[in-house]
């Protein structure tokens, strides 16, 4: 696990190539130090995933790294101690809960963010060395019902298309995957590959007009929840005009008829659908004549599509037009399901999800698991599928599961109905965290916690969307007494008497232990094949991407055969009835609550929140509406508003940006503890899941808005960060030299004079520049410390609040001139432009300064480009560009 001096020094001196460890597109990265030892990342322009591009998550990597608010030291019912005290703890009480309860009495909840390592020898200690196959993944959350879909239709979870097949294709489907801010550097080679060759339409399946909508040639906004009986209408509708390839179907499928006959039930002609999913008829007609008209189709899918009680349905509902026309096995065509993590596929291949086993075999196979089991050489192996996210988290609050250890995500924010697992963990006998931070929503439930290695500083690889596997390298020393997830989970299996599996020295290691398991798989007639990876460790430092199967040195493509991975070697279709959401909208709860991801945040923000140029975008928690929803809760856009479901509430603030259906709501996933108050999206989601693939339905959730009764509201900005007052609502958003605190308050006091100074105590001698007004219920100081701005606060009972750009701006300025004194207490100077809301991470521009420049001539995203520097670097933020020309002209 060390590494030698000379290893850093030669690191030091040369760019290392590496993977972002964000969304599922595996970009290539380059890391290297700048003259002045910091470290850059730009994107890898020899990795297949991107060729040198990267998002504007991507892109502010380097702002990420450092050791602030890292775990740094074991930790054993709070206090420090060392890796022996801290694994024999872990050890020891597995192995007396295993004594006293079984086996199906402990659980590992793992995540996609972990490295194919890591998974590896976690699953192995699970499913063959206790026993149980109660180990589960975060990915359980955005990509099984792919899997499911993929098992059902083909025999195994493969991926059958490339990201080369994007630019192949004559026509892609975008369904349910606000690509353009999810996966934006795939958006951006589909956005290059139409300016090359405008022929390739694009068309967005999706009830919100998104940045996806906005670029694309059509836009079908579907109503909520009836993606089957879109694809199950053009399922009959290309049966019914001769788009059928009859040989493919003959040759390579079973179930046709079967599939036929259940779509016909809901969807028996082109306006029965477009009926019972909100369309317009001609609208329908347009796409099912592209999608039967059309060779080389792919059509895309992502959480839109898995995040639902019927989301196995919903895929199975896809590929059965492709197997029904042929579209799959060939160039620019297939079924193509975008993962949400980096390494959510590295799971999978691996066994991480309760329901596989390993190297894509079955647990449900006899045969599968006698011969895992011979290959581990193992004591055992779980003899049936474990318990999946939400029911194990189920199990852990009824006291079924008496120990779980969860690495490396946080579950108290980003599972549905997340207060009850919270109450779950602080019931739980046994809580293991392994984490790189010390602060998040689900680390204070955690009786034993274990510092683990970052991005940056680790080594082992990843699979992305497109079966590439990739190499994350460390290029960052290990800080304080943080260790890689593989070597602490082979440290615990040892002392639970394991030794003779979790012998390993590196990953390389491991690696070779997975790739020589899929020799096994391939006997079984399984697609994933790294045999010719097998045998290689030394080669393991220097490996470039390489895309798998890989049949004898060779990488070729799955299917393109006409063969599966079924025990015939056919396909299936998959009959899928139509049918609604678990639970629809009631009287009580009249709207639809739907949860996602936005541009330039992830996850619970435990890191992205580190980069302050991702802060800037959307710097608070919000709820999107259409304007008639927001007027009959009787709320105005930039109030803020609550969100109540039967599950539970959150707080947000409401606004109408145009995107939204009449009756749905949306809100991001991203806000947690550390973040804002009483914000987490998970509270209110509904805990219904897949009854096949378990995914929870995160897209459909029965809400209500209500207005609040807000008797006073504010913001600090600040040098440091600084604790909230004692308010209903917060929400705090890291700056650039600067901390951005919002908040609102009802029946306790406002933050006055007397709060401010006990707050920042450091800048009791500073000059305070004060405005109170007791009546009217403001308060507004600026402390001026040396010439500069140390902090300043605005709090008002009415009127509005100035906005935060210029204010924020005096922090990076070296000294106050007399002009910016004279504009503190106002918030604003009028002879400065307000630039808005920041449209552009990269370089700060916000949508006043470029509506100013569609006004002065600028006419296009490039030429913006050219005057203000937007949309020149990641490109991240063009869609929305292209917007507000469109926006400005009318």
């Given at each position: ?15 290392v ?24 990342v ?17 892109t ?28 024999d ?33 976690a ?14 993944t975060?990915s ?53 590959e ?19 909508a ?14 089957v ?63 039967a008209?059309?060779?080389?189709v792919?059509?895309l ?12 349905d ?11 026309t ?5 160039r ?38 006698d011969?895992?089991?011979a ?22 609050h ?66 992305n ?17 943080a260790?890689p997830?593989?070597w602490i ?10 030794a003779?599996g ?12 997975h ?7 391939v006997?079984f ?24 199967p890989i ?15 079924t ?13 609604a ?19 330039d ?38 109030e ?35 973040f ?20 929870p339905e ?45 908040f ?7 933050p ?15 000059e ?28 008002v ?27 503190l ?36 995203v ?10 020149s670097?990641?490109g ?15």
């Open positions: 696990m060390g590494r030698a001096a000379g290893d850093w020094q030669r690191r030091l001196s040369a760019a190539r590496t993977t972002c460890p964000y969304c599922g597109v595996g970009c290539g990265v380059l890391a290297q130090q700048d003259a002045n030892a910091s470290w850059q730009r994107g890898d322009p020899d990795h297949p995933a991107n060729r040198g591009r990267l998002c504007s998550k991507g502010a990597l380097a702002a990420t790294l450092g050791e602030d608010g890292r775990l740094l030291q074991p930790q054993v019912h709070g206090h420090d101690v060392g890796w022996d005290a801290a694994l703890a872990v050890a020891s009480g597995l192995r007396r809960c295993i004594e006293d309860h079984g086996p199906e009495s402990v659980a590992l909840y793992v995540s996609g963010q972990l490295l194919t390592e890591d998974y590896y020898v699953n192995k200690l699970m499913k063959g060395y206790v026993g149980t196959a109660n180990i589960d975060n359980r959350l955005c990509m099984s019902s792919a899997v499911s879909g993929h098992v059902r239709a083909f025999g195994e979870d493969v991926v059958p298309v490339d990201y080369e097949d994007l630019e192949a294709a004559d026509l892609l489907v975008l369904v349910g995957s606000n690509l353009a801010w999810c996966h934006p550097v795939l958006m951006q080679r589909i956005q290059a139409r300016e090359r060759r405008p022929a390739l339409k694009v068309i967005a399946i999706d009830p919100r007009r998104t940045a996806t906005e670029l694309s040639d059509l836009h079908l906004p579907l109503r909520s929840g009836t993606d009986m879109l694809f199950n209408g053009l399922l009959v509708w290309l049966a019914a005009k001769g788009s059928m390839d009859s040989a493919f179907v003959s040759a390579s499928t079973e179930g046709m008829v079967e599939a036929l006959q259940a779509a016909r039930v809901a969807s028996s002609d082109i306006q029965a659908t477009a009926q019972a999913c909100g369309l317009d008829v001609s609208m329908l007609e347009q796409f099912f004549t592209l999608f008209s059309t060779e080389r792919v059509t899918f992502s959480q839109g599509v898995n995040q639902s009680s019927v989301g196995a919903k895929v199975n509902s896809i590929i059965n037009c492709h197997l029904l042929g579209r799959i096995g060939r620019g065509m297939g079924p193509f399901s975008i993962t949400g993590q980096p390494n959510a596929m590295g799971g999978r291949e691996v066994g991480g999800l309760s329901t596989q086993l390993a190297a894509h075999l079955q647990l449900q196979d006899p045969a599968h698991r011969a895992v089991q290959f581990w050489q193992s004591p055992s192996i779980a003899a049936q599928p474990g318990l999946k996210a939400v029911e194990l988290f189920e199990a852990v009824d006291g079924r599961i008496k120990a779980i250890w969860i690495m490396a995500t946080n579950p108290v924010v980003s599972l549905p109905d997340a207060d009850r697992v919270r109450a779950a963990l602080a019931n739980c006998p046994l809580v293991i965290v392994s984490d790189c931070v010390s602060e998040n929503d689900t680390l204070p439930y955690a009786h034993i916690r274990l510092p683990a290695a970052a991005w940056g500083e680790k080594e082992g690889t990843v699979t969307s497109d079966r590439h596997i990739s190499r994350q390298r460390a290029f960052l020393p290990l800080p304080g007494l260790r997830d593989w989970t082979c440290e615990v299996a040892k002392r639970m008497g394991f003779t979790f012998g390993f020295d590196a990953p390389a290691e491991i690696f070779d232990e790739a020589r398991l899929t020799a096994v798989a006997q007639g399984m697609q994933l094949d790294l045999r010719a990876l097998a045998g290689k460790t030394a080669e393991y430092a220097e490996m470039t991407p390489r895309q798998w049949a004898e040195g060779t990488q070729v493509r799955p299917f393109a055969d006409g063969r599966f991975s025990p015939d070697g056919r396909a299936r279709f998959v009959p899928t009835m139509a049918r959401p678990r639970h629809a909208p009631t009287a009580e709860f009249p709207l639809i609550l739907n949860t996602g991801r936005i541009r945040q992830w996850h619970t923000m435990t890191r992205t929140a580190r980069a302050p140029a991702l802060n800037a975008h959307e710097p608070e928690p919000f709820v999107d509406a259409h304007p008639q929803d927001l007027s009959a809760a009787g709320i105005a856009p930039g803020l508003a609550r969100v109540s479901t039967r599950w539970g509430t959150m707080l947000a603030r409401a606004r109408a940006s145009g995107d939204m259906p009449a009756g749905m709501l949306f809100v991001p996933i991203h806000w947690s503890g550390p804002a108050r009483e914000s987490r999206a998970g509270a209110a989601v509904n805990p219904v899941v897949d009854s096949l693939s378990g995914e995160f897209k459909h959730t029965p809400a209500r808005l209500e207005r609040i009764d807000i008797r006073w509201r504010g913001f600090l900005l600040s040098r440091r960060q600084v604790n909230a007052p004692d308010a209903l609502w917060w929400s705090r958003s890291p700056g650039d030299g600067v901390h951005r605190l919002e609102a308050g009802h029946h306790s006091a406002a006055d004079s007397p709060w401010m100074r006990q707050a920042l105590p450091e800048l009791q001698s500073a305070w520049i004060e405005y109170g007004d007791a009546g009217a219920g403001s308060y507004r100081v600026a402390l001026v410390q040396e010439g500069r701005l140390a902090a300043c606060m605005m709090v009972r009415h009127g509005e609040l100035p906005p935060r750009a210029w204010l924020t701006s005096l922090f990076a300025h070296p000294l106050l001139d007399a002009a910016d004194r004279r504009w207490l106002r918030g604003h100077r009028v002879d400065v432009p307000d630039p808005g809301p920041t449209v552009c991470a990269c370089f700060a521009v916000g949508a006043n300064s470029i509506r100013d420049a569609v006004r002065a001539g600028c006419d296009s490039d030429a913006i480009g050219k005057r203000l520097r937007a949309g670097n990641c991240s933020c063009r869609p929305e560009i292209t917007r507000l020309i469109s926006a400005s002209r009318s």
